[in-house]
């Protein structure tokens, strides 16, 4: 069984501070993806990658994809009110299907 | 308009109830998913329709019956519920199996009393 492991699992900061979070395994993923969920909603993609060392960059929000495809991290900058939100990661496994950390629940206090 | 919809948003009933939920996708998306969410917001998937065509079918009791009458609609059918089975149900669906993107409808959470 492949296992996502997301930490930490609670994050509380105020509004203009900085965070990491990650996602580590021991299995190699073809692709992973970052959802950010709301309160009554379903998860949202943020974005997908694909290759080892791989970064990505969506406005304030900053992904990467470990060499070996067993870990990502997810940066966020000046973190806002906005930003809160429970934080998934997901890899794709060889049989096609997505497996989920349990998620970051990020709380940014203004 | 709504990509992924799933109705009801809200389910409550008795122990031992039939219930279904129902989910229809606009994206013209090939592939269809259910995944339940538990009380720890932990997410997993529990069946995986392609084409109509069931491709996974994860350990879940066998009370847990979909249904995809066409590659649009993935219905979610549930005989004798359980308490245990009070949960999130999340449909999905990706544009194809090597896509596997997927764009998620609102979630029904099903109470069981």
């Known amino acids: 069984t492949q296992l996502l492991e997301q930490s930490p699992q609670f994050l509380s900061i105020q509004e203009g501070e900085n965070l990491t979070v990650y996602c580590n395994s021991s299995?190699?993923?073809?692709?992973l993806q970052w959802y950010r969920q709301e309160p009554g909603e379903g998860p949202v993609l943020l974005v997908t990658v694909v290759t080892g060392g791989e970064v990505k960059k969506l406005k304030r929000l900053t992904f990467q994809f470990g060499d070996a495809r067993k870990d990502s991290s997810l940066h966020i900058t000046a973190a806002q009110p906005g930003d809160t939100g429970l934080y998934l990661c997901a890899g794709v496994s060889g049989s096609e299907k997505l497996v989920f950390g349990k998620g970051t629940k990020l709380t940014v206090n203004p | 308009d709504t990509a992924v919809s799933q109705t009801p948003k809200y389910l409550v009933t008795q122990m031992g109830n039939d219930k279904s939920i129902k989910c229809e996708q606009n994206?013209?998306?090939?592939?269809m998913y259910w995944y339940k969410q538990d009380s720890k917001k932990f997410l997993k998937i529990m069946f995986s329709y392609n084409n109509k065509e069931l491709i996974i079918n994860e350990t879940v009791p066998n009370r847990f019956s979909p249904k995809s009458p066409d590659k649009a609609h993935l219905n979610l059918h549930i005989n004798s519920l359980e308490l245990g089975d009070s949960a999130v149900y999340f449909c999905?669906?990706?544009?194809?199996?090597?896509?596997?993107?997927?764009?998620f409808g609102q979630g029904t959470r099903l109470t069981v009393v």
């Open positions: 999905a669906s990706s544009p194809g199996t090597a896509n596997t993107e997927a764009f």
């Open positions: 994206l013209g998306h090939d592939t």
């Open positions: 299995s190699v993923f073809s692709s």
